[in-house]
């Protein structure tokens, strides 16, 4: 029989908007590649432009919703915000203005029949929730199916120190949790997935039942790029920075523009400071930065959400990442180098990659480190070359990227 799985999620990871939706999207392909038939139970609304997306990557979603809210006018209160909530930014890319929801304001009382259904009507042999906001779904699960089904938890952080991060910076977190909510939910599957190995050791000692197994990401890179760019002869340095709509990202650039690329204009003459993303948004309508990215003297421009990354790093030279909380891997990281791009990150940034691409990277603990090492690149071109060289050399190759599914891929059902 087929290993059939059963992804349960209510991000629409097919736009590939943010880190978790690539991570989600490569790891459903490689599934796909690898032989699995693979389903999506998705709680949310598919727009015109999904389903196009969800074709042209050959993906099963089956799209999950209710029109039925609570009786109580509170509980219908609660209930149409988090119906926007899911419908228009799948759980966790929230509005920068909402504050963080609990585990039970993430239950779908009518979502545990749909899924029930779905489990039925597929006959999955594994099936795999993304977060721990999805665990609730396994109430769905009769105890003769149950004992059947590998049920995985892909982790992704952990949420409880992430969570913590974000309260001791006053910055917003989409999930309010702590240690014992999170154990509770991850007790309740056979296979715990960690994004990286500290995170796989910290999962061991809070859930000793549940097998835990590690499992990065692999970009699924496919640069245009034939040649380093630095070896280009474009007079102006193009810097990027590409991130989601989240208060550790907002405060990562908003720090870096006040504190490093204003005071350092001069400096910096020769290059120039590309932003993508929806991060974009938040710096739009933040007080401090609206002045700043509005000066043409400033040379910041902002793409916002970009359709297609391969055009995004086909313009930039090198990427920085000046990222200073928030826990799990950083996605973006991965894949710049992949595509080849010099990076520039924290301590913290190189946090959980792998040590081949932790030894291709850059590490600036400071803002000025940070503007020394673009200054210098623009000055030096050849450094820049021979850095751009030594990335595209030792980035994961198809092969490497493979390596990281391989453990877990060995595990499913």
């Known amino acids: 029989?087929?290993?059939?799985?059963?992804?349960?999620?209510?991000?629409?990871?097919?736009?590939?908007?943010?880190?978790?939706?690539?991570?989600?999207?490569?790891?459903?392909?490689?599934?796909?590649?690898?032989?699995?038939?693979?389903?999506?139970?998705?709680?949310?609304?598919?727009?015109?432009?999904?389903g196009q997306q969800i074709e042209t990557n050959g993906l099963s979603v089956k799209s999950y919703s209710s029109d039925q809210p609570p009786r109580s006018f509170w509980g219908r209160m609660s209930w149409g915000f988090r119906s926007v909530k899911h419908s228009l930014f799948g759980g966790k890319d929230s509005s920068p203005t909402a504050g963080p929801m609990t585990l039970n304001e993430f239950r779908w009382p009518w979502a545990i029949k749909a899924f029930s259904e779905c489990v039925e009507e597929f006959q999955p042999t594994s099936i795999i929730c993304e977060y721990v906001k999805m665990a609730y779904l396994l109430d769905g699960l009769p105890a003769r199916k149950r004992a059947d089904i590998l049920c995985v938890i892909d982790t992704h952080d952990v949420q409880h120190l992430r969570a913590k991060q974000f309260e001791q910076r006053s910055a917003k977190h989409w999930l309010n949790i702590d240690r014992e909510q999170e154990t509770?939910?991850?007790?309740?599957?056979?296979?715990?997935i960690a994004i990286q190995e500290n995170e796989?050791?910290?999962?061991?000692?809070m859930v000793p039942k549940p097998d835990v197994v590690v499992c990065g990401h692999a970009s699924e890179m496919n640069?245009?790029?034939?040649?380093?760019?630095?070896?280009?002869?474009?007079?102006?340095?193009?810097?990027?920075?590409?991130?989601?709509a989240n208060d550790a990202n907002l405060h990562a650039i908003k720090h870096f523009l006040i504190e490093g690329w204003i005071p350092s204009a001069k400096r910096l003459s020769g290059c120039h400071l590309v932003i993508a993303g929806d991060v974009c948004r938040l710096l739009r309508d933040n007080s401090a930065c609206e002045s700043i990215i509005a000066e043409p003297t400033h040379r910041i421009e902002l793409l916002g959400r970009v359709e297609n990354l391969t055009d995004f790093y086909d313009r930039i030279a090198i990427i920085i990442n000046p990222i200073q909380f928030g826990a799990g891997l950083k996605i973006k990281n991965c894949e710049a180098l992949e595509f080849g791009k010099p990076l520039i990150t924290?301590?913290?940034?190189?946090?959980?990659m792998p040590d081949q691409l932790q030894s291709i990277t850059v590490v600036a603990d400071s803002t000025a480190e940070t503007i020394d090492w673009i200054a210098g690149?623009?000055?030096d071109r050849a450094s820049l070359n021979s850095q751009t060289d030594l990335v595209l050399a030792k980035r994961l190759d198809p092969n490497g990227r493979k390596k990281i599914y391989e453990r877990l891929f060995d595990l499913l059902k």
């Open 377 to 379: 690149w623009s000055d």
């Open 223 to 244: 640069s245009s790029i034939a040649q380093s760019p630095g070896k280009q002869k474009e007079e102006i340095l193009t810097v990027g920075y590409i991130a989601s």
């Open 1 to 50: 029989m087929s290993k059939r799985i059963l992804i349960a999620t209510d991000l629409p990871f097919w736009r590939r908007s943010t880190g978790a939706q690539q991570r989600i999207a490569a790891l459903a392909n490689q599934m796909v590649r690898h032989g699995f038939i693979v389903r999506t139970f998705y709680l949310g609304h598919k727009t015109p432009t999904d």
């Open 184 to 192: 509770e939910a991850l007790s309740r599957f056979d296979l715990v």
């Open 200 to 205: 796989a050791e910290l999962f061991r000692q």
């Open 346 to 352: 924290t301590s913290h940034g190189i946090d959980g």
